[in-house]
């Protein structure tokens, strides 16, 4: 299995991922099945709609691959389904939710620097990546966005990764390394916060 088709699989688990944290989100809110695959559908592919429509290079790929919208049905059936016993996989769904992030930021951070544009436009956009579906899923459902919320490592997870991907690409280093870099270094700041208490600095 070469590089592109393993970072294809990894990229569809981070929208299942997400998908599933947004449907996960939508039963606690009470919602019906109708606002499972919303929130669904925006955590799992808003952020790389945002990224894509801000690149403006063709199309958004949430429209023109086939199984994105296959792999968000089924995180909304998961979630439908299987919702009630969040409380036991909750370790599962954390480390998961990690992955997300970290794939997010690395898939959008490539795509950003494939198209030509500089380290910084493909930090920014990585992050974008991100975190965009969760900051609209969080407005959907009237929260404070997660991402503007002193807590844990978020943003600056992805941004981790994001700027790990930068560096290595700066070096020349193999795409497959570069991809296992980034995802490695964004899962390793958001379970290390977790797990070490890392929060972000908040002005007094």
């Known amino acids: 299995m070469d590089s592109t088709t393993w970072f294809d699989l990894v990229d569809l688990f981070g929208v299942f991922s997400g998908a599933l944290t947004g449907a996960l989100v939508a039963r606690r809110f009470g919602f019906d099945i109708a606002g499972l695959w919303g929130l669904a559908l925006v955590s799992g592919l808003g952020g790389g709609l945002i990224r894509d429509v801000l690149l403006q290079a063709g199309p958004p790929l949430a429209l023109v691959e086939p199984r994105y919208l296959p792999t968000v049905l089924v995180a909304t059936g998961v979630g439908a389904l299987f919702g009630g016993r969040v409380d036991?996989?909750?370790?599962?769904?954390?480390v998961a939710d990690a992955v997300a992030i970290a794939v997010f930021a690395v898939a959008g951070t490539l795509r950003t620097v494939d198209a030509g544009?500089?380290?910084w436009p493909a930090v920014l956009l990585g992050v974008i990546t991100a975190v965009g579906g969760g900051l609209l899923r969080d407005i959907?459902?009237?929260e404070t966005p997660m991402v503007f919320r002193q807590g844990e490592l978020y943003a600056f997870a992805a941004m981790g990764s994001s700027i790990a991907v930068v560096?290595?690409?700066e070096l020349d280093?193999?795409?497959?390394?570069?991809?296992l870099i980034g995802i490695a270094v964004g899962v390793a700041l958001r379970?290390?916060?977790?797990?070490?208490g890392w929060t972000s600095w908040m002005p007094r």
Do not use: D, E, K, N
């Open 88 to 94: 036991s996989l909750r370790r599962t769904i954390l």
């Open 117 to 119: 544009l500089g380290p």
């Open 140 to 142: 959907l459902t009237g």
């Open 167 to 169: 560096l290595c690409r």
């Open 173 to 179: 280093t193999p795409r497959g390394l570069v991809i």
């Open 191 to 196: 379970l290390g916060s977790v797990r070490w």
